[in-house]
């Protein structure tokens, strides 16, 4: 009888240490990425480019959309596939960078130096390999203070291990407008060609694209849960029934020209 109680009492414990063990707080529950959509960003923050010299997040806005990533330079390993993967999807736009949309791209750890960056966009850009790609990618450090902001407004939520100096952080990028405010989150490490260059047009308020870019921007939508375009079927619809109505006018004009020309015949 006693043994069955030491061993019930034993249980116990264990149970308690185990819910204990699972309520406690973990690091990893501050890593993630909060949609902040619409909200501005903070063109204030003081960073460093590539050569060193000091400049402010507003810098690289207010002419085109901007695709902003947050990465660390000396990442292992999650940080290139993000950069991996925003390249890819570059490659497969017909925009470019510099021209459509800015790549701005800013480290968390406040021990990366400009040296580092630009390292990283001298083989990005190589990689890239679109003219004049130099003045539309920036790879850029700062202060923690400006991180801390920047991220913060952004909804980017990571924590640094004190013991190994490396980030834990979530993997995905986001879209601002020209004047600085988030549009579009894309998650995970390998986005849609197609979703990045919807999202560029949306943020730049339809200002560019060719007339079947907008066609297909006007019967998608953004689901933000996703961070992916979808087909909106009423418009799909919408515009089948216009281009329905057009041809048979089409047919009709045509069909009573050639009337006319067999009367007059």
């Known amino acids: 009888m006693k043994r069955a109680l030491a061993a019930l009492v034993a249980m116990l414990a264990a149970a308690a240490a185990s819910a204990q063990a699972q309520n406690a707080p973990s690091p990893l529950a501050d890593v993630s990425i909060e949609q902040k959509l619409g909200a501005p960003l903070p063109l ?4 460093r480019d590539e050569s060193g010299r000091t400049v402010a997040l507003g810098d690289y806005f207010h002419r085109r959309p901007v695709v902003l990533a947050f990465v660390y330079y000396e990442c292992p390993m999650l940080c290139s596939y993000v950069e991996s993967g925003t390249l890819k999807a570059m490659r497969a736009l017909s925009f470019s960078a510099g021209r459509e949309f800015e790549l701005v791209t800013v480290s968390i750890d406040p021990s990366d130096l400009p040296k580092i960056a630009s390292a990283k966009k001298a083989d990005f850009v190589r990689q890239y390999g679109r003219p004049g790609a130099e003045a539309g990618v920036h790879f850029l450090t700062g202060p923690a203070e400006s991180i801390a902001a920047i991220t913060r407004a952004a909804g980017f939520r990571y924590v640094r291990d004190p013991e190994t100096k490396s980030f834990s952080h ?11 405010r988030l549009s579009k989150y894309f998650y995970g490490i390998e986005y849609s060609a197609r979703d990045l260059k919807l999202g560029v047009m949306e943020a730049s308020n339809r200002r560019i694209g060719t007339p079947v870019d907008r066609i297909l921007l006007y019967c998608s939508h953004y689901d933000p849960t996703t961070g992916k375009y979808g087909l909106v079927v009423m418009r799909v619809v919408r515009l089948g029934g216009l281009a329905t109505v057009g041809s048979l006018g089409v047919f009709m004009v045509v069909m009573l020209r050639r009337e006319r020309r067999r009367k007059k015949a």
């Open 44 to 47: 204030d923050a003081t960073l």
């Open 170 to 180: 979530a993997a995905g990028i986001m879209l601002a407008t020209p004047d600085g």
